[in-house]
Protein backbone atom coordinates (compact mmCIF):
# COMPACT_ATOMS: atom_id res chain seq x y z
CA UNK A 1 0.00 0.00 0.00
CA UNK A 2 1.05 3.72 -0.72
CA UNK A 3 0.78 6.17 2.15
CA UNK A 4 -0.69 9.34 1.14
CA UNK A 5 3.19 11.52 2.12
CA UNK A 6 6.19 10.33 3.49
CA UNK A 7 9.58 11.39 3.99
CA UNK A 8 13.12 10.23 4.23
CA UNK A 9 16.47 11.82 5.30
CA UNK A 10 19.52 10.98 3.61
CA UNK A 11 22.96 11.85 4.93
CA UNK A 12 25.69 11.25 2.90
CA UNK A 13 29.70 11.12 4.21
CA UNK A 14 32.77 10.63 1.61
CA UNK A 15 36.32 11.98 1.86
CA UNK A 16 36.03 14.90 -0.90
CA UNK A 17 32.84 16.82 -2.01
CA UNK A 18 32.75 15.68 -5.02
CA UNK A 19 32.67 12.05 -3.92
CA UNK A 20 29.82 13.23 -1.76
CA UNK A 21 28.18 14.89 -4.93
CA UNK A 22 28.53 11.43 -7.07
CA UNK A 23 26.66 9.91 -3.99
CA UNK A 24 23.63 12.38 -3.54
CA UNK A 25 23.09 12.08 -7.43
CA UNK A 26 22.82 8.27 -6.78
CA UNK A 27 20.46 8.65 -4.18
CA UNK A 28 17.94 11.23 -6.10
CA UNK A 29 18.19 8.87 -9.01
CA UNK A 30 16.83 6.08 -6.72
CA UNK A 31 14.49 7.92 -5.46
CA UNK A 32 13.44 9.08 -9.04
CA UNK A 33 13.10 5.41 -9.94
CA UNK A 34 11.32 4.34 -6.88
CA UNK A 35 8.80 7.34 -7.22
CA UNK A 36 8.09 6.02 -11.17
CA UNK A 37 7.84 2.48 -9.41
CA UNK A 38 5.28 3.48 -6.81
CA UNK A 39 3.30 6.21 -9.70
CA UNK A 40 4.17 8.87 -6.62
CA UNK A 41 5.71 12.20 -7.33
CA UNK A 42 8.75 12.76 -5.42
CA UNK A 43 10.50 16.46 -3.77
CA UNK A 44 13.36 16.44 -2.45
CA UNK A 45 15.72 19.40 -1.60
CA UNK A 46 19.24 19.75 -0.33
CA UNK A 47 19.66 20.95 3.08
CA UNK A 48 23.16 21.62 4.16
CA UNK A 49 26.69 19.73 3.89
CA UNK A 50 30.05 20.45 5.54
CA UNK A 51 33.29 20.51 4.09
CA UNK A 52 35.95 17.28 4.80
CA UNK A 53 38.50 17.81 7.13
CA UNK A 54 41.87 19.58 6.30
CA UNK A 55 44.40 17.91 7.85
CA UNK A 56 47.63 19.92 9.19
CA UNK A 57 50.26 18.04 9.67
CA UNK A 58 52.51 20.75 11.78
CA UNK A 59 49.83 21.16 13.83
CA UNK A 60 49.14 17.12 14.41
CA UNK A 61 52.98 17.00 15.05
CA UNK A 62 52.72 19.49 17.81
CA UNK A 63 49.48 17.69 19.54
CA UNK A 64 51.47 13.99 18.94
CA UNK A 65 55.28 15.78 20.56
CA UNK A 66 52.83 16.97 23.70
CA UNK A 67 51.26 13.17 23.90
CA UNK A 68 54.37 11.34 23.77
CA UNK A 69 55.92 13.70 26.85
CA UNK A 70 53.01 13.17 28.89
CA UNK A 71 52.02 10.08 28.31
CA UNK A 72 48.65 8.00 27.75
CA UNK A 73 45.72 8.09 30.16
CA UNK A 74 46.29 5.99 33.23
CA UNK A 75 43.84 3.65 34.14
CA UNK A 76 42.97 1.90 37.10
CA UNK A 77 42.94 -1.98 37.44
CA UNK A 78 39.14 -1.27 38.00
CA UNK A 79 39.10 0.48 34.82
CA UNK A 80 40.41 -2.54 32.90
CA UNK A 81 37.90 -5.42 34.78
CA UNK A 82 35.50 -2.78 33.66
CA UNK A 83 36.38 -2.23 30.07
CA UNK A 84 37.03 -6.17 29.71
CA UNK A 85 33.30 -6.50 31.08
CA UNK A 86 32.05 -4.08 28.42
CA UNK A 87 34.23 -5.90 25.43
CA UNK A 88 33.38 -9.55 26.51
CA UNK A 89 29.53 -8.31 26.36
CA UNK A 90 29.71 -7.15 23.00
CA UNK A 91 31.88 -10.23 21.68
CA UNK A 92 35.01 -7.99 21.56
CA UNK A 93 38.41 -9.50 22.58
CA UNK A 94 38.94 -8.68 26.40
CA UNK A 95 41.75 -6.71 26.12
CA UNK A 96 41.18 -3.60 28.76
CA UNK A 97 42.12 0.20 28.24
CA UNK A 98 45.16 0.95 26.47
CA UNK A 99 48.29 1.78 28.01
CA UNK A 100 50.47 3.19 24.96
CA UNK A 101 49.61 5.98 22.46
CA UNK A 102 48.68 5.08 18.98
CA UNK A 103 51.29 6.28 16.69
CA UNK A 104 51.18 8.69 14.26
CA UNK A 105 50.55 8.46 11.10
CA UNK A 106 49.62 10.03 7.77
CA UNK A 107 45.76 10.10 6.66
CA UNK A 108 44.60 7.15 4.77
CA UNK A 109 45.19 7.62 1.11
CA UNK A 110 41.37 7.04 0.18
CA UNK A 111 38.49 7.90 2.49
CA UNK A 112 37.62 5.24 5.43
CA UNK A 113 35.06 6.93 6.90
CA UNK A 114 35.90 8.48 9.75
CA UNK A 115 34.49 10.82 12.31
CA UNK A 116 31.91 13.82 10.97
CA UNK A 117 32.49 17.02 12.71
CA UNK A 118 31.94 20.72 11.59
CA UNK A 119 35.47 20.99 13.10
CA UNK A 120 35.52 20.23 8.92
CA UNK A 121 34.28 23.15 8.03
CA UNK A 122 36.43 25.34 10.63
CA UNK A 123 39.91 23.78 9.46
CA UNK A 124 39.61 25.44 6.69
CA UNK A 125 39.66 29.02 7.86
CA UNK A 126 41.77 27.98 11.02
CA UNK A 127 44.98 25.88 11.11
CA UNK A 128 42.85 22.65 12.32
CA UNK A 129 44.73 19.37 14.24
CA UNK A 130 42.65 16.78 16.00
CA UNK A 131 43.93 14.81 19.07
CA UNK A 132 41.92 11.27 20.19
CA UNK A 133 41.96 10.26 24.07
CA UNK A 134 40.78 6.99 24.95
CA UNK A 135 37.52 7.28 26.18
CA UNK A 136 36.44 4.58 25.53
CA UNK A 137 37.22 0.18 25.36
CA UNK A 138 39.03 -0.43 22.36
CA UNK A 139 37.31 -2.74 19.55
CA UNK A 140 34.03 -1.12 20.49
CA UNK A 141 32.11 0.55 17.56
CA UNK A 142 31.15 4.32 18.55
CA UNK A 143 27.93 5.41 19.16
CA UNK A 144 27.24 1.90 21.39
CA UNK A 145 26.14 1.51 25.00
CA UNK A 146 29.46 0.36 25.34
CA UNK A 147 30.89 3.71 24.50
CA UNK A 148 28.18 5.68 26.40
CA UNK A 149 28.25 3.38 30.13
CA UNK A 150 31.91 4.51 30.25
CA UNK A 151 31.68 8.13 29.71
CA UNK A 152 31.08 8.80 33.18
CA UNK A 153 33.36 6.48 34.80
CA UNK A 154 36.80 7.07 35.54
CA UNK A 155 37.71 6.29 32.08
CA UNK A 156 35.98 8.99 30.60
CA UNK A 157 37.69 11.34 33.08
CA UNK A 158 41.01 10.37 32.56
CA UNK A 159 40.85 10.63 28.88
CA UNK A 160 39.41 13.99 29.18
CA UNK A 161 42.27 15.13 32.09
CA UNK A 162 44.38 13.39 29.60
CA UNK A 163 43.02 15.47 26.33
CA UNK A 164 43.53 18.69 28.68
CA UNK A 165 46.88 18.25 29.37
CA UNK A 166 47.76 17.46 25.75
CA UNK A 167 45.67 21.31 24.85
CA UNK A 168 47.21 23.19 27.25
CA UNK A 169 50.65 21.70 26.00
CA UNK A 170 50.45 22.38 23.02
CA UNK A 171 48.91 26.02 23.89
CA UNK A 172 52.05 26.83 25.46
CA UNK A 173 54.14 25.60 22.97
CA UNK A 174 52.47 28.07 20.40
CA UNK A 175 52.61 30.96 22.76
CA UNK A 176 56.32 30.14 23.46
CA UNK A 177 57.89 29.12 20.47
CA UNK A 178 55.65 31.66 17.71
CA UNK A 179 57.67 29.65 14.95
CA UNK A 180 55.16 26.93 15.29
CA UNK A 181 52.13 28.89 14.73
CA UNK A 182 53.92 30.06 11.78
CA UNK A 183 54.63 26.71 10.49
CA UNK A 184 50.57 25.27 10.86
CA UNK A 185 49.59 28.79 9.81
CA UNK A 186 51.91 28.60 6.38
CA UNK A 187 50.83 24.85 5.59
Known sequence: MTPDMCSIWFFVREGSP?????????????????????????????????????????????????????GAPRFTDADHALAKAVQKSLGKPEVGMPTTLTPLAPPAAASTGGRATDTADISWQVPTAVLLSAAYPPGIPNHNWGVTATAATNIGHQALLSAARYLAAAAVDLIEQPDLLDATKQE
Open 18 to 70: ARAQVLYDKIVECGKAAAQASQTRLVHKFHSATWNLLANKAGAELLNDNMQQI
